[in-house]
């Protein structure tokens, strides 16, 4: 079972030191996770790298299943020590018998992916029925959230703000923010039951992390000179440990406020956790 009480914000940093943003939202989301329970067998759809297995499931005995389509990432996946089984494999036509699985889990991965409908009929496919389908997407509310796009509109400047939420799309290649509404009919569809939708990611949050983007260099047009002390180029030179240290360190207590934040009761937030089950 996942912990709740972990700090998935520490831990993080630590992985992604070099893109710290990307540390705040993946510890809040990881945070959001771990309230649920992972039914195994478990398929990881989309799974990457397994860092996000390695620190979710930690303690556990790896009996996940991954698939990736992307050999680079998937090549590192085994040593996260969290996989029974790892393939490449594309969402749209998963390499499994029907009902197979009592969990789907999808993390930050369906907004990537230009055509949706496949990859859910497949999802659907090899759960078992009763089986859980556990994903976590940008929400609908996530380019307004933007402190680009807040910015903009506050003066009126609407066309500069969804040019802004728009580059935004681009650089994170995200195709799609789905509302709740529409994740029920989207899932209905290929006979998958809508039973949470919870937001994380609150506006306060929001800000400051798209904030962060551009201070650290996440969106390339930001300053980037974090970005450059960074670089994996530079690593020769000694000082990146140090560098990690400090912003485990300072990020650690200066974020926790932001990492800890939760969207209020009907409040809306950036991301978006999506829990269905399939029909029996
Ligand atoms: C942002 S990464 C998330 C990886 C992992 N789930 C995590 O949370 O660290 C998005 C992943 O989606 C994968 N992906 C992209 N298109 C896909 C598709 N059509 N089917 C399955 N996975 C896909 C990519 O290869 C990439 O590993």
């Known amino acids: 079972m996942p912990d709740p009480n972990r700090d998935y914000l520490t831990l993080l940093l630590d992985q992604y030191w070099f893109a710290p943003p990307v540390a705040l939202w993946r510890a809040v989301e990881l945070r959001t996770l771990a309230a649920e329970t992972f039914p195994r067998p478990l398929l990881d759809l989309g799974c990457g790298d397994g860092l996000i297995a390695q620190v979710l499931f930690a ?57 949706l409908a496949p990859v859910l009929r497949e999802a659907a496919r090899v ?65 998958l039951r809508l039973t949470r939708a919870r937001y994380y990611v609150p506006a306060e949050t929001m800000e400051l992390w798209d904030r962060a983007n551009g201070d650290y260099g996440v969106y390339e047009d930001g300053r980037p000179f974090y970005r450059w002390l960074a670089s ?23 974020w926790r406020c932001a990492y800890e934040l939760d969207v209020p009761a009907d409040g809306v937030g950036g991301g978006l956790l999506v829990v269905a089950v399939k029909e029996g």
């Not at 556990?60 to 299943?65: K, N, Q």
């Not at 609908?140 to 680009?148: K, P, T």
């Not at 009126?156 to 529409?182: I, M």
């Not at 990146?240 to 240290?245: G, V």
């Open 127 to 191: 759960l078992r029925p009763g089986g859980r389908f556990i994903v976590t997407v940008p929400s609908d509310a996530f380019r307004r959230l933007l402190a680009g796009y807040r910015r903009r509109a506050a003066v009126g400047d609407f066309a500069g703000a969804e040019a802004y939420a728009t580059a935004v799309d681009r650089r994170l290649e995200h195709h799609r923010y789905p509302s709740p509404a529409e994740w029920t009919t989207m899932l209905h569809a290929v006979g």
């Open 59 to 115: 303690g556990e005995s790896p009996d996940v299943v991954g698939c990736d389509p992307w050999w680079a990432q998937l090549r590192q996946a085994p040593q996260c020590g969290r996989y029974a089984h790892l393939q490449q494999a594309w969402g749209g036509a998963l390499p499994y018998p029907n009902a197979q699985f009592a969990g789907v889990f999808s993390n930050s991965v369906l907004e990537h992916i230009p055509d």
């Open 232 to 254: 994996p180029r530079l690593r020769r030179w000694g000082y990146q440990l140090l560098l990690r240290h400090w912003i485990v360190r300072t990020l650690g207590k200066r």
